[in-house]
């Protein structure tokens, strides 16, 4: 859970734990950006250069960039709906500036549309996604594509990635329906537009696909072929622009 978070999909059956592989950084362990804002400091400070660049390590995560403008409820997708998750369950970040984006991970709820939102405003949960998509095709948008939703179990693919679950279990096929294939699909087009992610397997994949996750979801009833001739056909056509309307 905490950065390395992991939502509520189907777990494999194994008793192995998910791990949690890091987000690659320089050799001295310091962000470009953290050395350009760290610098002034390091120069002005003279003998002190050691304990600032010290510190800098130490802060890297915290660092902010150039922030970007935000409204409450300000929506990245203008098909959803805003319901916001429990800040506990994401990382405040300003994408793709501070990390790029070049991940749409796909999710099973595990459960139904409302209960997933539910957990996801309790922060006891510790983890979450950007979206929620219905089996009757609606969708909530609970964290910005700017921030890092602690989705993955895996650090890297949650600064990278945005999250998508959907309501269902992966053991019942009759709940991926076609409402939410489609909706999920023209989200997902949306997402791949915004951030100039290929439209493919390599950078749209399953939650079981992260690097040592223990989930099993979207599980084998999931169609890829279907979602991704969807998610190309949803490509070509006109793209939402976003609105700031709010709700719950």
Known sequence: MGNNGSTRGARKPSGKSAGSASRKKPADGVSRR???????????????AVLARDRVKRLWWQVPGVEKPRKPGELDYAGATWVAASEANWRR???????????????VTQGSFDSAVKVFQNPAHQAATHYIVGQDGRVVQMI??????????????NERGVGIEHEGFVDRPKDLTKAMYESSARLTASICARHGIPVDREHIIGHVEVPGTDHT???????????????RRAATAPTPTPSAKASG
């Open 34 to 48: 953290a050395l350009l804002i760290g610098g002034g400091a390091v120069a002005a400070a003279g003998t002190a």
């Open 217 to 231: 979801d979207p599980g084998p009833h999931w169609d890829w072929d279907r979602y991704m001739e969807l998610v």
């Open 93 to 107: 970040a300003d994408r793709p500036d501070d990390f790029p984006v070049d991940r749409v991970i796909i999710h």
């Open 144 to 157: 910005r594509e700017l921030d890092v939703a602690y989705q993955a179990g895996n650090r890297s693919y």
